[in-house]
Every structure is written in structure tokens, then in C-alpha cells.
């Protein structure tokens, strides 16, 4: 019984871990600020993460959500790595680029939560007696939230235009947890009208 009780509490933990949930924690928008295609044909996705792998996974998710985004990576060749902010802007105006789109890991927040025990059976076992019933003992679980921030910038008008903080809960997975930013983003977006969706043409 002990055994069974240790692998169901080890699954749920599992599936606990496995979850993820992506939330909008808070939004900016310049004033009057807004975006549409006829704006924006040409922009570079920026990831700003450490592992090379990941920003590349990322950009490229991103870059295939609509087709003006282009990954960083694929403009930016080794001797660009390093560019200075000055150099960094007159290159993406010279490459013809609009705007850059940034994702940014600010923090990992760690936090310990815990999971109380459940008891199934009859009435009786709350009397300390056992007439078919089990006792699930709970536990502890650490729980790990990812803060994104998202930015849009303008290049003829060198500033930012938008800002976005999502965090999302215990990610497993690179695809589904920019997924799940993206389309966090994208619902804020239109609800301050800063991205502009253009009627469908009948």
C-alpha cells in the first residue's frame, strides 16, 4: 500500500510539472501608438536569450507567425553579434526594416508550494477506522514562473511602442510556451488597439 501511495503521489507531481500556463501581467502602449501592415513590412525578431538554441527556436516560431517577421539570427552574422546600439540601429534602416520585436527573459521567480493530502473511503476513516479506504499523503512542489517581457519598437521613430509582461508557470516545452506568449501578446494587443486588424475583404 505505502508503494502504491508513493507512485500515485509521484504521478501527480508529474502532471503537476507538466502543466503550463502562460498570464499577462502588464501592458504599455505609447500614446496614439498603433500598428498595421502598411506600418510594419519589414521586422526583425529579436530573442534575448543566452542559450543559442532556444533564441533560435524562439525567433523562428515567432518569424512564422506572420510573414513581414524575419529571425534575427538570419540577418545578424557573426561580426554583428556585438554591434554597439548606434551601429545596431543605423543596421537594421540600412537592411530596410521598420521595426525590431523583442522577447526578453527578465526572471525566473522560484516558489514552494504545498499539496494536501486527499483520503478516499468512507465516511468511517475520518474515525481513525479503515473500511476500504486510503490516506494520500501530500506534498511539497516548486513552482517556476518565467517573466517574458515583449517589446515593439519603430525605426524611423526610434522609440518603443509597445511593452508586454507575461509569465508563464512551470514550462516544459520552447514551442508551446512561445505559443502561449504570442498569443497572450497578440489578445493584449488588440484589446489597447494597438494592433489594428484590418477588416476581411468580401
Known amino acids: 500500500m505505502k508503494q502504491f501511495l508513493l507512485f500515485m503521489s509521484l504521478i501527480c507531481s508529474m502532471v503537476l510539472a507538466g502543466c503550463s500556463s502562460t498570464t499577462m501581467q502588464s501592458s504599455w502602449k505609447a500614446p496614439g501608438a498603433s500598428y498595421t501592415k502598411e506600418q510594419f513590412k519589414k521586422v526583425m525578431v529579436v530573442a534575448l536569450f543566452k542559450d543559442e538554441t532556444t533564441r533560435r527556436i524562439a525567433e523562428d516560431k515567432i518569424a512564422a507567425k506572420n510573414p513581414a517577421f524575419h529571425a534575427s539570427y538570419t540577418s545578424l552574422g557573426p561580426d554583428q553579434q556585438n554591434m554597439d546600439e548606434a551601429t545596431f540601429k543605423e543596421f537594421v534602416k ?12 527578465v526572471d525566473v521567480q522560484s516558489s514552494t508550494s504545498y499539496v494536501p493530502g486527499t483520503y478516499q473511503g468512507g ?4 474515525y481513525g477506522m479503515n473500511y476500504g ?9 516548486e513552482d517556476k514562473n518565467y517573466i517574458i517581457e515583449t517589446n515593439v519598437f519603430s525605426v524611423s521613430q526610434d522609440k518603443l511602442l509597445w511593452s508586454g509582461i507575461t509569465s508563464t508557470l512551470n514550462p516544459t516545452n520552447i514551442n508551446r ?6 498569443d497572450a501578446v497578440i489578445t493584449r494587443m488588440k484589446k489597447e488597439k494597438f494592433l489594428v486588424v484590418e477588416p476581411i475583404q468580401k
Open 94 to 105: 540600412k537592411d530596410g526594416y521598420d521595426a525590431v520585436l523583442t522577447l526578453h527573459l
Open 123 to 126: 465516511y468511517y476513516g475520518w
Open 133 to 141: 479506504g486510503f490516506y494520500s499523503p501530500g506534498y511539497y512542489t
Open 177 to 182: 510556451t512561445i505559443d502561449e506568449v504570442w
